[in-house]
């Protein structure tokens, strides 16, 4: 029942969401709450599509997950795994270093990362949006892949060693295939934070072939900020894949859970 519960909480404001897109283009918000459309306006998805080219932008923002996302989990595993195989010393050094990235706010790095990205000439392209996946994207997806490494038995590493296995079939062949939960949890966050980005693109890009979907939604607002059913409708198109996603990640967690004993109980 606290299941239910808890789920019906997240899932009440998309709901709402998704009532107040398909009300008639121009009403303002509903002093009550719509629990269900009475007339429902299928044709303001169609007409978002033609005021902004959103096609494009999704398409945009496909291209730029499809590119972060695995280089995001192939750097932070490697991270995550040689952090996990040094000696204690050096191991706490490498985590309190971390520990303190993860505490830099993001903004800091804004101005430096421009002069970076501007004196190389790669403003105005897809390189600026991907260039920390090369990094990790995070210090937290670092620091999950290394809790998870650190749990691994210790024995199964020496004896692959002793067999005369390298790092990297270590990593590929026995660390990753440990790591499905925290791959699907790292892939997860990090395709939500490159998908829902919007300080990036509009730092960096000038083309407007070039803009993603955050930004779209962006210009929506801009040419009308009083049509909520087109804005929440747009919402709609933003969230869907987060939220498909998230209930794809949620039904192979259950999965594990059952594989390891814990599903049904």
Same mark, same amino acid.
């Given at each position: $029942?606290?299941?239910?519960?808890?789920?019906? &909480?997240?899932?009440?404001?998309?709901?709402?969401?998704?009532?107040?897109?398909?009300?008639?283009?121009?009403?303002?918000? =509903?002093?009550?709450?719509?629990?269900?459309?009475?007339?429902?306006?299928?044709?303001?998805?169609?007409?978002?599509?033609?005021?902004?080219?959103?096609?494009?932008?999704?398409?945009?923002?496909?291209?730029?997950?499809?590119?972060?996302?695995?280089?995001?989990?192939? %750097?932070?595993?490697?991270?995550?795994?040689?952090?996990?195989?040094?000696?204690?010393?050096?191991?706490?050094?490498?985590?309190?270093?971390?520990?303190?990235?993860? $505490?830099?706010?993001?903004?800091?790095?804004?101005?430096?990362?421009?002069?970076?990205?501007?004196?190389?000439?790669?403003?105005?392209?897809?390189?600026?949006?991907?260039?920390?996946?090369?990094?990790?994207?995070?210090?937290?997806?670092?620091?999950?892949?290394?809790?998870?490494?650190?749990?691994?038995?210790?024995?199964?590493?020496?004896?692959?060693?002793?067999?005369?296995?390298?790092?990297?079939? &270590?990593?590929? %062949?026995?660390?990753?295939?440990?790591?499905?939960?925290?791959? @699907?949890?790292?892939?997860?966050?990090?395709?939500?934070?490159?998908? =829902?980005?919007?300080?990036?693109?509009?730092?960096?890009?000038?083309?407007?072939? @070039?803009?993603?979907?955050?930004?779209?939604?962006?210009?929506?607002?801009? $040419?009308?900020?009083?049509?909520?059913?087109?804005?929440?409708?747009?919402?709609?198109? $933003?969230?869907?894949?987060?939220?498909?996603?998230?209930?794809?990640?949620?039904?192979?967690?259950?999965?594990?859970?059952?594989?390891?004993?814990?599903?049904?109980?």
């Amino acid at each position: $029942m606290a299941a239910v519960a808890a789920a019906a &909480l997240f899932v009440l404001p998309l709901w709402l969401v998704l009532v107040a897109s398909l009300r008639r283009p121009g009403l303002p918000p =509903s002093p009550t709450v719509e629990w269900l459309p009475l007339a429902p306006v299928w044709t303001n998805y169609q007409r978002i599509f033609a005021l902004v080219p959103l096609a494009q932008y999704i398409l945009n923002s496909i291209v730029v997950v499809a590119i972060a996302v695995p280089i995001t989990l192939i %750097v932070a595993s490697w991270a995550g795994f040689a952090m996990s195989q040094l000696g204690a010393r050096w191991r706490h050094v490498l985590l309190v270093l971390t520990v303190v990235l993860q $505490m830099v706010p993001s903004t800091a790095l804004w101005l430096t990362r421009y002069v970076i990205f501007s004196s190389l000439r790669l403003t105005d392209t897809i390189v600026p949006l991907i260039a920390t996946a090369f990094m990790g994207t995070s210090p937290l997806f670092v620091l999950l892949f290394y809790w998870t490494f650190r749990r691994l038995p210790q024995e199964m590493i020496a004896s692959a060693r002793v067999d005369g296995a390298g790092v990297f079939r &270590l990593w590929a %062949v026995i660390a990753m295939p440990l790591a499905r939960p925290t791959i @699907l949890s790292v892939g997860v966050l990090s395709f939500v934070h490159y998908w =829902s980005d919007l300080i990036n693109p509009l730092l960096y890009l000038k083309t407007q072939r @070039l803009y993603t979907l955050p930004v779209g939604l962006q210009f929506l607002q801009q $040419m009308d900020r009083t049509n909520w059913p087109l804005l929440m409708a747009a919402s709609i198109v $933003m969230m869907a894949p987060v939220v498909l996603l998230f209930l794809v990640a949620q039904r192979y967690f259950w999965l594990e859970g059952r594989l390891s004993g814990f599903g049904g109980r």
